[in-house]
């Protein structure tokens, strides 16, 4: 379980979170969506400590993200992150690219590692592409690589940062429909999205965020066809 | 009767001219190793230390980058003699030709920590690995890659700028030159041959380069 109080977090003058509080449950997927500037990527960083914060308190599984005495490298291994862009390391094949953190994070030996990540490329539908490159690979198979990698540190839970606003038109699809499948398998998953018809299919709660306030959550069929606050209607009515 | 004090250019005068060709490989690749290590950590420091650290550092190494080579190695030589410390030429002219490596390199190499975009790096730290473990596995690769090109363009400069230790008496390949011109007045012959002695030294490198950034694009 992610709980969240009161958190809030600046950039120098600009505050860009202004006190969210938020718990998202386990086997939950929760889409954030709201107009960039909102906070939601950066909510993102702050629960994977990749950002720190002001004031308020993330917690992962009952543990303290922000406290310092929390082993934020032990922490980050339950906790799967997927970005805007596609951050496959060049220099590695997509095998290699899976198995890097298994083999280093971990101590999974070379032959272990190398066999999860084959796997976790299958899962994904990657199987044939594993002594691939990233720069032989399309943006959607690339992105399907850094889901996998995430997943071969088995974590509980999967953060996506907009993974499919960088993608060509036609190679969203696919990497929707692996997240979908992750959705299905029960995976815990915060996503933050643009893509609202994708957000109301896969999730069971939907956040909208309005200039670093929660301004209203709920079910995706009540916030999409009822919002309750007017802020979220105007969202929703530019977004179509 | 008129008394020759030149002499013909002779085959063993080719081996004199091999070993100080070595000698400049050795000095040169000494040089090379110690200012590129010293120059990768100085290189780190300036990318991810904070602007004081980048500022000293910077400003020290400028003095480096911009007084001239010849110059600084006169200095040092005469500095330590005057101390009472007297070097081995070799010993002093690789400390010289170290430092002013160094400073050349701490570019490069903060070239390359900065050419490693920070989405990848955050990516790696997302799947726990630590902040030296992305240094490592990610930023090491990644940078060098950009910058290896560059990083071997100072390599080579090295040991084209190696002949100035000559003039603090380390008998390297233009040193020995300069003696053989002394004995046999052949000028253009021994020039050549020195010319050529360095595309020697140079060329391997340049063509292992290309090999190895070749298997790296595949």
């Known amino acids: 379980m992610i709980e969240i109080k009161d958190l809030k977090k600046s950039f120098g003058e600009l505050q860009v979170l202004k006190g969210i509080d938020l718990t998202v449950n386990n086997g939950e997927v929760l889409s954030v969506i709201g107009s960039s500037g909102s906070g939601k990527s950066t909510l993102l960083y702050c629960i994977n400590a990749l950002e720190p914060i002001d004031s308020g308190s993330i917690l992962v599984d009952s543990i303290s993200v922000h406290d310092k005495a929390t082993d934020v490298n032990k922490l980050r291994q339950k906790i799967g992150m997927v970005f ?40 994904v539908g990657l199987g044939e592409k594993v002594d691939s490159y990233p720069s032989a690979l399309s943006g959607g198979q690339q992105q399907r690589v850094a889901i996998a990698r995430a997943l071969a540190m088995e974590p509980s839970y999967m953060l996506f940062d907009e993974a499919t606003s960088a993608l060509d038109p036609e190679l969203v699809g696919e990497v929707e429909d692996t997240m979908r499948m992750l959705a299905k398998e029960g995976m815990t998953m915060i ?50 | 009767m008129a008394i020759n004090v030149f002499s013909e250019l002779q085959p063993k005068d080719l081996l004199f001219l091999g070993e100080a060709a070595l000698r400049t490989l050795e000095i040169s690749l000494t040089a090379i190793g110690i200012g590129s290590v010293f120059g990768a950590i100085f290189g780190w420091m300036m990318s ?16 480096f980058r911009s007084v001239p080579l010849i110059i600084q190695l006169i200095l040092f030589d005469s500095f330590i003699s005057i101390a009472g410390y007297p070097l081995p030429a070799f010993v002093s002219g690789t400390i010289v030709l170290s430092v002013y490596t160094a400073a050349l390199v701490a570019n490069v190499a903060r070239g390359g920590v900065e050419a490693v975009p920070a989405s990848l790096r955050r990516a790696s730290r997302s799947l726990g690995l630590s902040y030296w473990q992305d240094l490592r596995y990610i930023v090491w690769p990644v940078g060098l890659r950009a910058v290896f090109p560059s990083w071997i363009g100072v390599a080579l400069s090295v040991v084209k700028d190696s002949a100035l230790v000559s003039v603090i008496g380390y008998v390297e390949l233009l040193k020995a030159s300069q003696i053989l011109i002394t004995r046999t007045q052949d000028t253009f012959v021994i020039l050549t041959i020195a010319g050529l002695f360095y595309f020697a030294l140079s060329y391997p490198i340049s063509k292992a380069s290309e090999y190895i950034e070749r298997r790296w694009n595949q």
């Open chain 1, 84 to 123: 805007q862009q596609f951050n496959m390391f060049p220099h590695l094949t997509a095998q290699e690219n899976v198995a890097l953190a298994p083999r280093k994070v971990k101590k999974m030996s070379k032959k272990d590692a190398m066999d999860l990540a084959a796997r976790q490329l299958e899962h």
């Open chain 1, 191 to 240: 996503l933050v999205t643009h893509e609202i018809n994708f957000a109301r299919d896969v999730s069971d709660r939907i956040a909208f965020f309005h200039q670093g306030r929660m301004e209203e959550i709920n079910s995706p069929d009540q916030l999409i066809n009822h919002p309750a606050s007017e802020h979220t209607a105007k969202f929703l009515s530019n977004v179509r």
């Open chain 2, 48 to 63: 991810e230390g904070n602007r004081i650290v980048t500022f000293i550092i910077n400003a020290i190494l400028d003095i």
